[in-house]
């Protein structure tokens, strides 16, 4: 949702005409819709574009809607302009308030509250997360570089690891947002009362200040729906929904190489060692077996052949 927000608040042109291609087709046409390139080869040679997309054991849960097809209907464009007064996301203001006798100034946005929930498949035992393109990152990016005289960043530097998220912009309870962006961004269907809270969080204090609440919630392969999942490409969105291997999430939390939201980085460590001790309930069934299987040696040494001299 977020990126399609930000498109319609005139900060930022749209960077390609949105297509009302269905999913399915998506995965033949690779972002041309004039081209008829096959899947495969297609994949491989965007793949080459980004050689490290998927670290720590990311697997794509979105195959024809991933950084690969992103990058193919990024571009070339990409321009700030100013914002008008007419944006129902945010309101740039200035807060005059009394302090120490004196008055002081503190430029404030203001915006609306949102929701994060931390999602993790119970059959991959692993989380989910997604990947997009973010244009106030590469704002940000381009900056830094035209003032250190550097050429602009490629597009794939501003593509973020986020949770799945949205703004609380509509007559629904918060749990239903939840419900209805992991539906929306991720492709499952999960039910309201199988989303708890996990707590409440400001969003960048110095300038926001809105809530942000974050929840929990547990998925398996039953209730993924087809066709759903990876935003709405109508509205600007291209998201690629990502596994994250639990035991490879500290890791990936502290990589930073991998340019990621606070909310992911709390969400992930809080729902990793709850799910160690026990807290959100027992692990994937598969990944029990596994490690039961790697503690039993007759399981893992090599089995060689000896010979046996009779007694």
Known sequence: MLFSNILRLGV???LYRPRSVPRSQRLVTGGNPGGRTSVVASGMAGLAQVPDAYPHGLKTLTPGNTIVEALQLLGPGFRLVPLDDNSPYIKPKAALYDFNGKERRWDVVESHASVGVVLYHRDLDAFLIVRQFRPAVYASLLREAEAAGRSP????????????????DKSK??????????????????????????????????????????????????????????????????????????DSSQGFVLDGRLPKSPGLMFGLTWAYFNKINGSLGPRAAAAAAAAAAASNPLLTEELVLKPVLPA
Do not use: W
């Open 12 to 14: 930022l042109q749209p």
């Open 153 to 168: 960043p490629p597009f794939k530097a501003a593509f973020t690891y986020e949770l799945c998220a949205g703004l609380i």
């Open 173 to 246: 309870s918060n749990v239903e947002i939840c419900q209805e962006e992991i539906l929306e961004e991720c492709g499952f269907s999960v039910p309201v009362a199988a989303i708890r809270e996990v707590g409440v969080g400001i969003a960048s204090a110095g300038t926001q200040g809105a809530p942000h609440i974050m929840y929990y919630a547990e998925v398996d392969s039953s209730m993924a729906v087809e066709g759903a999942g990876g935003g709405l490409l109508a509205h600007g969105e291209c998201i690629e929904v990502l596994a994250l291997p639990l």
